[in-house]
């Protein structure tokens, strides 16, 4: 009975623990991004303690919120958007909205000034522009579509910037086949929302990492040809509206192929984690392969330019903060590549 008892105790103590380990990071959460369990825990209302809501197909920021921490202040506007409020087109302005994802979106951009769409604006002083911020965490290529066809619509733009960022997009390569037959035990899953478990797995990408190392390349090929397939619905929807010019940007990774193999392991932690199936090699290939799909498809389009941005934002530290999301010096260095295009291509005049 005395070691029954024991044993109760060790396990009892061990939950406390836990307890007191998830509260204290999602206490750092909300004071440090402003947004945590606990900030649902105690809205008055789903909405207000909610930062992304779900619509048919993609998601969105709720409308005209705030969220703040020492790190980072997100405020959206009516449309759902890290963006200042859009108001009526006028024709001394030229309208630009960059599409993307998380990436677009400022990841770690500390306000939504500092965010690459809202220094593209600051600094074409010579152009003058109104740049809507359209990334969305989360929004894989298929989402940004539905996001443009549907939030997007009537907005009258004319320049398309598409940053797609791959992460949800190749996150994919590495869900098991449902339809293959399992003789394991059920596995249980954790809230998403559980802080502790999240850190445990970002700290152990190393150990989960091996028994992938030595797997093949997975087929790329359906991924390939859906997203080309929603590049081309894009593409297709922005001439309808008349958009004079349409951007394809570069994705960009922090890892690159002429650094050291330790390095770029280094870099890739972020990017292994959501994609333990890929060795580091494998990681750089198919954002390549992505990323010729792109090329492909600007050269079917005469209003669609595909724009390099590898020498302009070089890889490592100084310019990602993980290994595909931009630091603030990324940040601006993207805007400054991206204005230097939309100076050079001259439909963009009004």
Not at 36 to 55: E, K, M, P, Y
Not at 293 to 308: G, K
Request: proline residues 4%; aromatic residues 10%; neutral net charge.
């Amino acid at each position: 009975m005395a070691k029954d008892s024991q044993i109760w105790k060790t396990l009892l103590l061990a939950l406390i623990l836990f307890m007191l380990m998830e509260f204290l990071l999602q206490l750092r959460a909300q004071l440090k991004f402003g947004n945590s369990i606990l900030t649902a825990a105690f809205a008055d209302n789903s909405a207000q303690g909610s930062l992304f809501v779900q619509h048919n197909g993609y998601q969105l920021l709720a409308a005209d919120v705030e969220f703040e921490g020492s790190s980072i202040k997100v405020q959206s506007n009516q449309l759902g958007l890290r963006s200042a409020a859009v108001g009526p087109k006028t024709n001394s302005n030229i309208r630009v909205i960059a599409l993307g994802a998380s990436s677009t979106y400022g990841a770690y951009a500390a306000t939504n000034d500092d965010t690459f769409p809202a220094i593209l604006q600051r600094i074409s002083s010579d152009i003058p522009l109104e740049v809507i911020n359209a990334g969305i965490p989360g929004n894989d290529i298929s989402s940004q579509y539905l996001l443009y066809a549907e939030q997007l619509a009537g907005l009258s733009e004319d320049v398309l910037i598409l940053y797609s960022g791959l992460s949800n997009d190749v996150g994919r390569l590495c869900q098991r086949n449902g339809a293959a037959k399992s003789y394991a035990l059920p596995q249980l899953q954790a809230p998403k929302w559980l802080l502790s478990v999240d850190l445990l797995l970002k700290n152990s990408t190393d150990l989960r990492y091996v028994p992938y190392k030595y797997s093949p390349m997975p087929d790329l090929n359906p991924y390939l040809q859906q997203y080309a397939a929603s590049l081309r619905q894009i593409v297709k929807l922005a001439q309808q509206r008349q958009v004079k010019t349409i951007l394809f940007a570069e994705n960009l990774r922090a890892f690159r192929k002429d650094q050291p193999l330790q390095l770029q392991q280094q870099l890739a932690a972020s990017a292994l984690y959501y994609t333990p199936c890929l060795t580091v090699g494998q990681f750089s290939e198919v954002f390549e392969q992505y990323n010729q799909v792109q090329q492909q498809i600007a050269a079917e389009y005469a209003d669609v330019h595909y724009v390099r941005l590898s020498e302009q934002v070089p890889g490592g530290r100084e310019y990602f903060t993980d290994s595909v999301h931009f630091s603030a010096k990324g940040e601006q260095a993207i805007a400054a590549a991206l204005a230097q295009v939309l100076k050079d291509t001259r439909q963009v005049a009004p």
